[in-house]
């Protein structure tokens, strides 16, 4: 153990930089995982219907007409 700390110890500049590169890192890590953990949300665009969809089930449901159903589908496609 003392071999390692040793090392820190003798390294001067160079090892102050690196361990100040270290604590940055960590931090950054630390951060990303604690904005996952809490900010990820499922992606709601895979969740979403496409309009087509949504004209398929309202015709399905006999809200629109077929005339009214091939119409929109046309502006659609």
Known sequence: MSECLNFFY?????TMMFMGFFWILLLV??????GKLF???????????TPLELLQKEYAK???SEEDYLERKKHLQ
């Open 10 to 14: 003798r390294g001067g500049m160079g």
């Open 39 to 49: 900010f990820n949300q499922p992606n709601q665009s895979s969740n979403r219907e």
């Open 29 to 34: 890590v630390v951060v990303f995982l604690i």
């Open 62 to 64: 006999g809200n629109i």
